[in-house]
């Protein structure tokens, strides 16, 4: 936490929540130094959850101790209870409890999307941000498959045969790391009926989510960081067979938008559908479904290249963002080393840093000296 309020201040407060695809990072992952947003007005907080199997296993035996008929969900419900917390606590740091807003990156946001779905978390927050992660595509169920989508009881079960755990008590007798270091075992919320009693997109669609303004938004190159470029396709012909065989009869147009005029552009259209597919839209949905439920939502676009060694292939890359909203360049993470930041990107970061402290505040970005940013 950084705060630079008295007890009873009541200043707005963010809370932040981590991203590393709920497998991996902390509450200081994102967060190394927040003292340039408490000097701007805020209570900053960051918090850790339960990530990997531990975090999001479901299993039948889990489902049937519980009071809820619930399992897999816990990684969530860490989350629920840190925002509980800060209801409970956070005047005593100078934070008003009337003000929190809740915002995080890539899986951070991920947990953002899930929690403004989620109704145990209505009124623990007012305003939301998510950068680079929603959660529009089919979520799993708990206890049954729906379509191509298998349980995640199913997934749970695969689990414990990988590790060799017949039962929950095998299960709970085997060291954690053990259940970390499974390979392939997919991290992810599910309809419980209780955390989510419906998939995310649905709750969203029906206005049934927590209605609170957004700011929400993706990178120009999301994908540079995950090593993709490899699987572009190598032929034209074989680019229009993929178009073809997941677009049908709008594979020309697909071909059109994406400026795909000779096999020099292959791997670049190939980056763009990913991220698009993967980011753009998703934030895109948040935010016109937002609108939809009479809410105001701020979209971006962030497409400044950030000036790291590796500068000419990562572009704007995914969480390239993240120095600039928290307004920490130079930045102290040591990932960051031999980034040879500008006086443009100083500006840019106290620019974007002040967007976001204005939303805390007050639920709209805009504010003196900025340029306008429009709903």
């Known amino acids: 936490m950084w705060t630079v309020a008295a007890a009873g201040a009541q200043q707005p407060v963010l809370v932040w929540i981590h991203g590393g695809a709920l497998i991996k990072g902390s509450s200081i992952s994102d967060t190394r130094d927040g003292v340039p947003l408490a000097k701007k007005g805020l209570v900053l907080v960051s918090l850790n959850y339960r990530r990997g199997a531990l975090g999001y296993l479901a299993h039948p035996e889990l489902t049937a101790e519980s009071p809820h008929h619930s399992s897999g969900n816990y990684g969530v419900l860490d989350q629920i209870a840190a925002l509980q917390w800060v209801q409970n ?51 799993p169920h708990l206890t049954e498959d729906h379509g191509s989508q298998i349980s995640a009881e199913k997934v749970g079960l695969a689990l414990a045969t990988a590790v060799g755990a017949p039962s929950l008590a095998a299960l709970r007798a085997l060291p954690a790391s053990q259940l970390i270091d499974v390979i392939g075992f997919r991290t992810q919320e599910n309809v419980d009926g209780w955390v989510l009693p419906d998939e995310i997109r649905t709750l969203f669609a029906a206005r049934t989510h927590n209605p609170v303004p957004v700011i929400v938004g993706s990178t120009a190159d ?55 597919v993967t980011f753009s839209l998703h934030m895109r949905t948040w935010a016109r479904w937002t609108v939809a439920a009479g809410q105001a939502a701020y979209l971006y676009f962030f497409s400044h290249v950030p000036p790291h060694p590796n500068a000419a292939t990562l572009r704007a890359f995914h969480a390239g963002e993240i120095p600039y909203v ?26 974007m840093s002040s967007y976001w402290v204005n939303f805390v505040t007050t639920g709209d970005p805009n504010g003196p000296g900025l340029p306008p940013w429009p709903p």
């Open 89 to 139: 606590n956070i005047a005593a740091f100078g934070g008003d409890p009337a003000r929190v807003t809740i915002a995080g990156e890539s899986a951070g946001a991920w947990s953002v999307n899930t929690l403004v779905a989620s109704p145990l978390a209505r009124g623990l927050f007012v305003r939301a941000i998510g950068q680079s992660g929603g959660r529009f595509s089919r979520t």
């Open 326 to 351: 928290f307004n920490v360049v130079p930045s102290p993470d040591p990932r960051e080393a031999g980034f040879a930041y500008s006086a443009h990107d100083r500006q840019l970061a106290e620019t």
């Open 222 to 276: 999301e994908m540079t960081a995950f090593g993709i470029a490899g699987s572009a396709p190598r032929t034209l012909d074989e680019f229009r067979a993929r178009a073809r065989r997941q677009y049908g009869d709008l594979a020309d147009e697909f071909e059109t938008a994406y400026g795909v005029r000779s096999e020099a552009d292959l791997v670049d259209a190939t980056m763009a559908v990913g991220r698009d």
